[in-house]
């Protein structure tokens, strides 16, 4: 209706898809977002330039976080950290973070995706891709701010409320309009309890990720490598013809050293070598029915998200699926690019077109080599091998089998193994405990606080 429209100042069609008002009917008890965190704490943070103003390898200072640190992973994620020195810190307090904010991206491909800083260093703050939602103490516990928009009917609001066309995002003031369903303090409160849980075992997660990476990088020496960064370098044009290349950026003197490093070992090899597939999926033919598909924001740091979210798909034959043992890649986008984790699920899946799948041959560990390439030797040789430009960047099959990978021995790939493996259970209770806190929402709204109150008491 003309009505519907006129109030939402929006003539798009997806402002008002069919899920999105269903939804919307349901929610009874509301309180808009800005009534439950305080308005003047929703930032939309600052514009600095890291890499231009500080260098990507400012090492100490406040941490600055970016919409790639939060990925899907329920908190911050701690690998690639940069910072600005404290005198820029200093001038930024419309963006400073504290423990109990809430964040959302606001801009790029994980627009919606939602951390919650339920511990924070003593100076923290962030860019522009990032909203900043402090929520009212003694008005709403912030773990139940995040369930609440992490769960179903938050991650509906934020796809109805997204604008834009290549660049998709969200504008604050219709950030402040999502809805927070509220309930009594007693039921509030066993989902908060539920999803402070939930962080924290994460948290221990991601800890035992740390302890994989660094096995990997002390037996392969690279613990407190610096790499080489002179003020100019020299390259032939035999060299930039070789590798189809003419960009500056691709032939930093950091990459050759690190490809150097990695072959003085005796171990060292091309990917491509040690590959049996190394293909990107397709778009997907979705149904109602089929395998789950798997895309860019399920395939986290070490981890292929299957839950809820997935859309199915129908598949041939012939068409390619993601089998257990297999590791997975993201092949495009600014901050999820080059992220890639083990498939260690039984169930058949299928990747869409920015999914890279790579199968490693016998002697090749899975799980080792998605921590390889997770690892600073892993990432800086996306870094080399992207192509293309502002959102649009690419990593493709071709430029992956060119990466120096260390084939380590038996014994370290099975320590990098272990140390994983202890993580997955954890992980796999840590992501049980929050989709429980978001479906408890989700049945309170639909069936009532009571019925709930009983799901929480049979799952958490």
């Excluded at 490093?261 to 293909?279: E, Y």
């Excluded at 869409?352 to 690892?375: C, E, Q, R, W």
């Excluded at 892993?378 to 071709?398: A, C, F, K, T």
């Excluded at 990978?405 to 038996?410: D, G, L, Q, S």
């Amino acid at each position: 209706m003309f009505s519907q429209i006129a109030a939402r100042e929006r003539i798009d069609s997806e402002s008002l898809l069919k899920v999105s008002l269903e939804m919307a009917a349901r929610l009874s008890t509301v309180k808009r977002l800005d009534s439950v965190a305080e308005v003047a704490q929703v930032s939309d943070g600052n514009h600095l330039s890291i890499a231009n103003e500080f260098g990507d390898e400012q090492a100490e200072g406040v941490r600055y976080l970016r919409g790639q640190d939060i990925s899907g992973d329920m908190v911050l994620d701690d690998r690639n950290q940069v910072f600005i020195p404290e005198t820029e810190y200093d001038k930024l307090a419309r963006s400073h973070i504290f423990q109990n904010d809430v964040l959302i991206t606001i801009v790029g491909a994980n627009t919606g995706q939602t951390a919650l800083v339920d511990e924070a260093p003593e100076k923290l703050t962030a860019n522009c891709k990032l909203g900043i939602l402090r929520p009212k103490k003694s008005v709403i516990h912030p773990a139940y701010l995040h369930a609440c928009l992490a769960g179903r009917y938050g991650q509906t609001q934020v796809m109805a409320a997204k604008r834009g066309g290549a660049q998709m995002g969200l504008i604050l003031p219709d950030l402040k309009t999502l809805k927070i369903p509220r309930f009594s303090e007693i039921f509030e409160s066993k989902v908060a309890v539920i999803s402070l849980r939930a962080h924290r075992t994460r948290r221990t997660v991601h800890k035992c990720f740390a302890e994989a990476e660094s096995v990997l990088l002390q037996a392969l020496g690279l613990k407190n490598w610096q790499a080489p960064e002179p003020l100019s370098y020299v390259r032939s044009s035999r060299d930039a013809f070789a590798a189809g290349r003419l960009d500056a950026q691709h032939f930093q003197p950091r990459y050759a050293a690190l490809a150097g490093h990695i072959q003085a070992t005796g171990n060292g090899h091309l990917l491509g070598d040690w590959l049996l597939q190394n293909r990107r999926g397709k778009q997907p033919d979705y149904a109602d029915d089929g395998l789950p598909v798997v895309n860019s924001k399920h395939v986290l740091r070490g981890e292929v998200r299957l839950d809820s979210d997935n859309r199915r798909a129908m598949h041939g034959d012939d068409d390619l699926l993601i089998h257990t043992g297999d590791v997975l890649m993201n092949g495009t986008g600014v901050g999820t690019i080059g992220r890639c984790a083990p498939y260690l699920h039984t169930a058949s899946a299928i990747p869409d077109n920015h999914v890279t799948i790579l199968s490693p041959k016998s002697g090749l560990d899975a799980v080792y080599l998605s921590v390889f390439l997770n690892s600073m030797a892993g990432q800086l040789q996306v870094e080399q091998r992207l192509r293309g430009s502002s959102g649009q960047i690419e990593l493709y099959p071709n430029d992956i089998a060119q990466f120096h990978i260390w084939i380590a021995p038996p014994s370290v790939q099975r320590d990098v193994r272990h140390a994983v493996e202890q993580s997955y259970e954890l992980k796999q209770r840590s992501t049980q405990l929050l989709d429980t806190a978001k479906r408890a929402v989700e049945i309170a709204i639909e069936k009532g606080e009571k019925t709930a109150l009983a799901y929480l008491e049979t799952n958490a």
